[in-house]
């Protein structure tokens, strides 16, 4: 169990419903090969919660950022440039958010949705937002 579906599993208020734990694997990561989000939503509060999880360890961080550190991408959607760890980590991770919050806003058209992450998690929440415009109505 990661430490996403652990924290998830005892301190999520009981309104909320968990939808998904989705873990996508990425042989990019030092010593962990994947991402994970949790995707929950509460119908009483009309609500959808993405949330991110971060890096594993600090060690985690300086590899990556040693390896990945100087190498920045374009990345469109801000028409900026965001280090190339941070690009795969997203195009990993976007593609899967995306559909599974197509699916449940046909259910819940007028919920809202709330992203939040750590570390690495919270980086991305800042770059998913623009994104959101194809696929909320």
Known sequence: MSAIQSIFATLVHPQYQLVE???VEG???VNNDYCTAVIAKSE??????IALEGI???DQFFQNFLIFGDVLKDFEPTNGKVLRYNRLAHDALY???KSLLEELLIAQPAASVMVTGHSLGYLLMFLYPPL????SN
Do not use: Y
């Open 56 to 58: 594993a360890s600090p």
């Open 95 to 97: 593609p899967c958010i």
């Open 44 to 49: 009483k509060n009309n609500r959808i919660v």
């Open 132 to 135: 959101d415009t194809s696929v």
């Open 27 to 29: 042989d990019w990561l």
């Open 21 to 23: 734990f989705l873990t």
